[in-house]
């Protein structure tokens, strides 16, 4: 089945520094991914769809100058987090679907971002 | 706009008797219907889905769904639950035509007992 990786799997830095968040699809091009933010024992949510070769979509109350998404290749999307504060701190899940239907997206590992 | 509800935030069931994960949607038009299961501290696993056919879909681990349309239901069943089965649940729906973007439900956290 389609694979989708992250990296890294964890991540502490200190309040005010940047943090970057890789995703990537191993065996298939996708043209989209989604970028979800998930807070302990609750749902995800959509924070952005990022789109390979032009601007990403944010959903309504994400800061787009604080949650910079760039999807630089058909595998690889990469959500910075700038400026960090402690109230960031969340599991930042993506995911992708393989082209051709299905319909199904496929999600990554995530990564547990702790400002401190 | 689409919309997923799943009234149970907690399901206990004993080992080897049938589990039930509760969903119900709103959306206009012909549901995409999915469940996805995650384990602590990891991503979304997909179990199944509903596009379009028979009601009732066969997913992975022996999961089952069935389709509703009249109750606008889609709930995840499974004859004889594991306690490896423990996780927490996700039912989500995306219109068709729409964008691919999924939204999900609060999730349900079952617990399967020895």
């Known amino acids: 089945g389609a694979v989708v990786s992250q990296h890294p799997s964890w991540v502490i830095c200190k309040s005010g520094t940047s943090v970057k968040i890789e995703c990537r699809s191993l065996?298939?091009?996708?043209?989209?991914m989604f970028w979800y933010r998930q807070f302990p024992k609750q749902s995800l949510m959509l924070m952005a769809t990022s789109n390979e070769g032009s601007k990403a979509t944010y959903e309504q109350g994400v800061e787009k100058d604080k949650f910079l998404i760039n999807h630089a290749s058909l595998t690889l999307s990469t959500l910075t987090v700038t400026s960090a504060h402690p109230e960031d701190s969340s599991f930042y899940i993506c995911?992708?679907?393989?082209?051709?239907?299905?319909?199904?997206?496929?999600f990554g590992p995530g990564t547990r971002l702790t400002v401190t | 706009a689409q919309s997923v509800a799943q009234p149970e935030d907690q399901v206990n069931v004993a080992e080897g008797n049938p589990l039930t994960v509760k969903c119900t949607y709103s959306?206009?038009?012909?549901?995409?219907l999915f469940w996805y299961v995650q384990y602590p501290n990891r991503g979304l696993q997909f179990l199944l889905k509903?596009?379009?056919?028979?009601?009732l879909v066969k997913g992975s681990y022996g999961f089952e769904a069935e389709f509703n349309k009249s109750q606008t239901s889609f709930h995840l069943k499974k004859p004889s639950a594991l306690v490896s089965d423990s996780a927490l649940y996700f039912c989500a729906v995306r219109a068709p035509g729409s964008a691919r973007q999924l939204t999900f439900g609060s999730g349900t956290q079952l617990t399967v007992l020895p």
């Open positions: 509903y596009i379009t056919g028979d009601n």
């Open positions: 995911s992708a679907s393989p082209p051709g239907g299905g319909y199904e997206q496929y």
């Open positions: 959306v206009s038009g012909n549901p995409y």
């Open positions: 065996d298939f091009q996708a043209t989209t």
